[in-house]
């Protein structure tokens, strides 16, 4: 199988193109920097053929896949800067990128028969109430350009394909970026006390452990919109740090014990307004995996303790 990775430059293509090459598939990277500027197991990309793409420029999408040919598209790609795509100046290249990018994609998918995967997010939603959202729910009520952007790149995939799988993620992280993960890490190195968010409840997203799901549904023909976060229970920020701090500890990290990182639970309204609303119910229905045939992602607390003995913090 070939298979055309977008955005490798980031968390998430770059353990997707990790999984195709350990299960033998022919992998071919692309990113909008002229050269691959992320890393494959530690090291620079150098076996792996990449090729420049930009997902907004309808001429080059349609060069690149036709040259191709790929049986299948992981589109990775997207404008993730949730606060920054709030300003004025930014919002038509969000839309460029989230929107008419992924309408590209699609287009050229169409065009040759081939599977797309369109990595969405929880931010399609309001984010209220407790219930945990259905992979088929169609009450969209974004509170932000990024949420918005995000939902037309879903609406683009869905509207135009047939052999697509939406899958709606929250909270990533992984190792080729930055993610809250590294950010407690650092700022815990460099001060006493820390106040994080408490009133916003989801469940974090080891893209590696991602990157394995995606790769099991382009082996298959169960199409549809998913949901894909790990299991292990839904938990605040708030709860996310404690935890962080506990197992780096764990790993003889004592500068985050808690005599010396004292970290405060507040609430949204108390942490101070961000230029982009974040939703405050982020909890994902993922029962829709294990009744098609896929296995769970591993718990986050697992995930977790992975990632740090991974980036050697």
């Known amino acids: ?9 980031g968390q998430l ?7 195709l090459a ?20 530690g090291t620079p990309v150098v076996s792996m053929p990449y090729v420049p793409m930009d997902i907004t420029d309808a001429a080059s999408v349609e060069k690149v896949l036709t040259e191709v040919a790929p049986d299948a598209v992981v589109h990775c790609a997207a404008w993730t ?3 920054a795509a709030e300003d004025e100046d930014k919002k038509d290249i969000v839309y460029a990128v989230n929107v008419k990018g992924t309408q590209n994609i699609a287009d050229m998918c169409k065009k040759l028969d081939c599977k797309m995967v369109y990595t969405s997010t929880d931010y399609v939603f309001d984010g209220q109430g407790t219930k ?13 350009v990024y949420g918005e952007t995000k939902l037309g790149g879903e609406l683009a995939v869905a509207n135009t394909l047939s052999k697509y799988f939406i899958v709606r993620i929250a ?3 992984g190792k080729n970026g930055n993610n809250f993960i590294k950010t407690m890490l650092k700022v815990g190195k460099t001060h006493d006390k820390l106040t994080v968010v408490s009133d916003q409840i989801g469940t974090p997203t080891y893209t590696y452990d991602l990157a394995r799901l995606l790769v099991d549904m382009i082996e298959t023909e169960k199409y549809g919109y998913y949901h894909a976060t790990n299991e292990g229970g839904f938990i605040s920020w708030y709860d996310f740090t404690k935890e962080i ?31 982009a609303a974040r939703p405050f119910n982020s909890r994902l229905d993922k029962s829709k995996l294990v009744e098609n045939g ?3 992602l591993p718990t986050w607390q697992d995930a977790l303790g992975r990632y740090l003995k991974e980036i050697e913090i």
């Not at 199988?1 to 490798?8: A, E, I, N």
């Not at 992998?27 to 197991?41: N, R």
């Open 294 to 296: 896929f296995a769970p």
């Open 132 to 144: 945990p959202w259905q992979p088929d729910c169609k009450d969209y009520k974004p509170l932000s």
């Open 22 to 41: 350990k299960r033998g598939y022919e992998g071919i990277g692309s990113d909008i920097k002229e050269t691959y500027s992320g890393v494959l197991d």
């Open 81 to 83: 800067a949730v606060d």
């Open 171 to 173: 909270w990533v992280f």
């Open 245 to 275: 701090f506990r197992q780096a500890v764990e790993l003889g990290h004592t500068e985050y014990s808690e005599d010396k990182v004292e970290v405060k639970p507040v609430t949204t309204a108390e942490y101070g307004v961000s230029k």
């Open 13 to 19: 293509g770059h353990d997707v193109m990790n999984e």
């Open 1 to 9: 199988m070939k298979v055309l990775v977008t955005g490798v430059g």
